[in-house]
Each structure stands twice: as C-alpha cells, then as structure tokens.
C-alpha cells in the first residue's frame, strides 16, 4: 500500500489511544510524506532551527541517503524503508551521546513484537540471521532557543533485490513479513515507538535502556575487534553497554571502555 501521511496519523492516534496514561500526553508529530528525495536527514537538518515542533519526514526513494562515518545508504525505491524524525530536546549534544542506542531500541522492539527476530550490533545497527536489516544516523544541532535538535535517520530493508546487493557489495538482511503489511501502520508502530522512548530518554538518559539493550545485544560475550578505516584498534570479548552507551570489551590487559565515534565492531572468526 502506498504511504500517505494522514493514514500514518489516524494509526498513530489510533497507537496513542490504546495507552491511556503517558502515550496520550506525547508531542504529536508532524508527518510529511514526498515520492524522492535526496536525504531525509538533510533536508530536516536544513530546517531544524525553523522548526515548531517534531517532524516525521519518509521519502519513498531517496537518491543521497547517508550512513555513519559520511557512508552511502543504498536504497531501492520500494525495497527500502527510509524516513527521520527531527525531535527537540532541552539537553545538550553531549546528553544525547546514548540516544542513537535508544533509537535501535525502539526500533528492534517494535520489530520483535511483530514477530521479527532481530537483534542489535553497536552501535546502531539491526541485525537479523546475522546480516544487517537495518541502519541509523543521528546528527545534531543547537536549537534556536536552547537544547539541541536531534534528526534520526532509519533505513530498514523490507526485501533485497539482488540489483541492492550487487550495489551495496555484500549479503543483506530482509523482513519479507514487514514488506507484506501496511506500510502506514509499520510506520506508526515505529513513530509511536520512538515518541514514547525519547520522551523516557529525556527524563532519565540513557541509564534508563541499558539492560533493555544489553538483552538484545547481538554479539553479547563473543570475541570482536574495534576497527577504524579497517585498522584494529582493540580486540576482546564483547560484555554489553554501561550507563555511558560505552561497549565494554574485556581484553588481555582488562576492561576497556569503547566511545562509538565512527569505529566499527566485528565478530573474531
């Protein structure tokens, strides 16, 4: 079905509804739907400061999307899911440190519920049979009249192409069930998802996910190594997150606290 943004509210309302305490005091949210653009996240990063309140952005193709670390994000008009939401906080940038955490959170519970089986690679990756079915960027800026504005970009695949693979250059993940259903109502779920925990996240931080994160920890006590541009800074066992979203990794001299920057993490073997 294709996606139309007063279907995406109604759901949405209709999400709201269902919780009769704190969901029904959220923020509502803006939602804009185009055929293509170049970015989501740069279009909304454009209009962040201007901005009277959260904005959802889907584009049903997106020709420049971005990934961490100034990557490319593949995407196939129709195979792929990609829209960001632009959110205000009263915290500051370095408060959000734990947020792009939070957002695969939401997303890999949401996806769970619906009978998805995924889990999460740190920092910000969705993993599913070990392949990654999706991706996230966070970027920041300061907002106009104090706190930050963080837009939060998400790319899931719903189906592989082998047109995407051959591009992207390696095995992706698929969920064959979510290309199947409404596409309005997967984009509610996962609005109503974030709504809910980032308005947690402002009240309690990232201590708040840390457990939750850490049971879906897709490499949970397996040997990794922390990469740079392919160069191996740090090797050892992958224990989980701490309050910080820092991965601790236990290594022959002991154990290291990892800041996600722009390293990558990969399975030893």
């Known amino acids: 079905m294709q996606l139309n943004a007063e279907k995406i509210r109604i759901r949405l309302k209709q999400l709201q509804l269902k919780e009769h305490d704190f969901s029904a005091a959220l923020t509502s949210v803006q939602i804009e739907v185009v055929a293509e653009t170049g970015s989501t996240n740069t279009d909304l990063m454009r209009r962040a ?20 670390a100034g990557r490319t994000w593949h995407s196939e008009a129709g195979a792929v899911l990609t829209f960001s939401l632009a959110w205000h906080f009263s915290l500051t940038a370095q408060q959000l440190m734990g947020l792009p955490l939070v957002v695969g ?30 991706g996230i960027l966070l970027e920041s800026c300061p907002g106009a009249e104090g706190g930050s504005w963080a837009v939060i970009g998400i790319g899931l695949n719903l189906s592989v192409p082998d047109a995407l693979e051959a591009r992207i250059g390696q ?5 064959l069930w979510l290309a199947q259903m409404d596409r309005n ?11 809910v925990r980032l308005a947690y996240f402002e009240q309690v931080g990232f ?17 990794v190594t922390v990469q740079d541009q392919g160069r191996v800074l740090q090797q050892g066992v992958a224990l989980g997150v701490d309050d910080s979203a ?15 920057g722009d390293v990558s993490l990969r399975l030893v073997g």
């Open 49 to 68: 400061q201007t901005l009277a309140g959260p904005v959802l952005l889907v584009a049903l193709h997106q020709t420049a999307g971005r990934g961490r």
């Open 105 to 134: 959170l939401a997303v890999a519970e949401t996806l769970r519920e619906m009978g998805v089986p995924v889990s999460l690679k740190w920092p910000n990756d969705i993993l599913k049979d070990g392949k990654k079915l999706g």
């Open 171 to 175: 095995a992706v993940a698929d969920a």
């Open 185 to 195: 109502h997967l984009l509610a779920a996962l609005t109503h998802a974030l709504q």
């Open 207 to 223: 201590a708040g996910f840390v457990a939750r994160w850490n049971h879906l920890h897709a490499f949970a006590n397996q040997v």
């Open 246 to 260: 820092c991965l601790l990794l236990q290594t022959e001299t002991g154990l290291a606290r990892v800041h996600a």
